[in-house]
Every structure is written in structure tokens, then in C-alpha cells.
């Protein structure tokens, strides 16, 4: 079965300082994987997927992530943390059977970016 | 254009009451999801829409909820009658075609029971 875990539930990190954001995978095909950020009273946003091309996922907002199979590691990165970052994020697999489609989220993790 | 819509934003009820969420998908998106978010979790698929057909509610319990989603556009999820565990924030998303990766989510709606 396809699952996700975020190792971290709360990461703390100053503006301008790195950001890395872990996720493992468990799946039993080669996944798609998606990380999604939820800032407060908002919707649900794509900040990146993979599905198969690349290894090195660019995203929005400066984010980028890493496929890893040797690993079955997804882990979030950006360079320099800004304010704005301080939000939700949820690493997810998409889950395919014959006639569905259906994401199957991690637990999240809360970023809080400070001053 | 324009994204998925929901409303209520917000809903307070009281436990045994009963309680509507209403949904309208992208245009064009044959494919609707529901999902609960319980705080502090990621969200939860409830069930699954193509066009008007349900194609997953394998995680839906079916004893207070139900959904439907009238000539393959506009979508409601209810709930009846209501528990202190439904409490939670309750997700539309939409996709172009059933086996898209890609689901486009609207601002969803904050259901407290008391």
C-alpha cells in the first residue's frame, strides 16, 4: 500500500536561513509525489510534484525537492526561509487503481519562519 | 479563472443536528473530491465524483453521510446527524480527468459540532 510519513511535525527555522522538510514514501510501483502547502484560512496549494521525469523537482516560491529511490525519500528544500514561508506543508502520494485516483496525504508539518 | 468553490466558509452546529456543504468545481474539471481534514491531520478522502458517478466512497460512512453531485458540475456533502467527531474542515478538490495527478483545491469549510 502507498503511504507517506513526515518525519518532522514542527520545523523552526530564522528568515534567511535553509529549510529542509522530510518526507519517506512507501509504495509498491514507482510513485507520483506532490508536496502541498496550506497556508492559515486558505486553500490547499501545489508547490511541486514528480512523476517521473526528473529527479530534482523545482517548484514555486524558490521551493525545490529531490527524489530519492535508493532511500524512498521526497525531502522538501529551499535555500533562504522567508516570513511568508511560515505555513502547513504535506507531502502526498497519488494512488492509482483501474477505474480511481486519489491522494494519499502525510500528517504535515508546520513551518514557522522566525524574525 | 476561477477556482473551486465552497461554502459555507464556516458552520456551527450542535451534535444530532444536520448540516450541508455545497461545492462547484472548476470549469470543465470532470472530476470531484470530497476530503475531511481533522486538525492537526492530513485530509482524509471521503469520496470521489467522475462526472456524476461515484467512482470511491469506500472511506465515506454512509450511515451519516452523504453526497451527490447533481448533472456532473456542482456538488453537496451532507451530514445527518451530526457527531462531536465530525468536527473537522471539510476539502472540495477537482481535476480535469480521473486519473489526473493534479487537484486543485478551494478554501474549504470549518465545521464545528458542539
Known amino acids: 500500500a502507498q503511504s507517506v510519513t513526515q518525519l518532522d511535525s514542527h520545523v523552526s527555522v530564522s528568515e534567511g536561513t535553509p529549510v529542509l522538510l522530510r518526507c519517506n514514501y512507501s509504495?509498491?510501483?514507482?510513485?507520483?509525489l506532490f508536496w502541498y502547502v496550506q497556508h492559515p484560512n486558505k486553500g490547499l496549494q501545489l508547490l511541486l510534484k514528480?512523476?517521473?521525469?526528473?529527479?530534482l523537482v523545482k517548484g514555486i516560491n524558490g521551493f525545490e525537492a529531490e527524489f530519492k529511490k535508493s532511500e524512498t525519500s521526497f525531502h522538501l528544500t529551499k535555500p533562504s526561509a522567508h516570513m511568508s514561508d511560515a505555513a502547513e506543508y504535506f507531502c502526498?502520494?497519488?494512488?492509482?487503481?483501474?477505474?480511481?485516483?486519489?491522494?494519499?496525504f502525510g500528517q504535515g508539518t508546520t513551518l514557522q519562519v522566525k524574525p | 479563472e476561477a477556482g473551486v468553490a465552497q461554502s459555507p466558509r464556516y458552520k456551527i452546529i450542535e451534535k444530532r443536528q444536520s448540516v450541508a456543504f455545497w461545492c462547484n468545481p472548476i470549469?470543465?474539471?470532470?472530476?470531484l473530491y470530497w476530503y475531511q481534514q481533522i486538525l492537526g491531520q492530513g485530509p482524509k478522502l471521503l469520496i470521489q465524483?467522475?462526472?456524476?458517478?461515484?467512482?470511491?466512497d469506500s472511506q465515506l460512512p454512509k450511515d451519516r453521510f452523504s453526497a451527490e453531485r447533481l448533472k456532473g458540475v456542482d456538488s453537496t456533502l451532507k451530514i445527518q446527524p451530526a457527531k462531536l467527531e465530525d468536527s473537522a474542515v471539510y476539502l472540495c478538490?477537482?481535476?480535469?480527468?480521473?486519473?489526473?495527478?493534479?487537484?486543485?483545491f478551494g478554501p474549504g469549510t470549518r465545521l464545528t459540532v458542539l
Open positions: 509504495s509498491s510501483y514507482s510513485p507520483s
Open positions: 465524483f467522475q462526472n456524476n458517478g461515484v467512482v470511491d
Open positions: 514528480y512523476t517521473s521525469a526528473a529527479t
Open positions: 502526498v502520494v497519488s494512488v492509482f487503481s483501474s477505474n480511481t485516483g486519489k491522494l494519499i
Open positions: 470549469s470543465g474539471h470532470a472530476t
Open positions: 478538490a477537482s481535476s480535469l480527468v480521473l486519473r489526473d495527478n493534479e487537484q486543485f
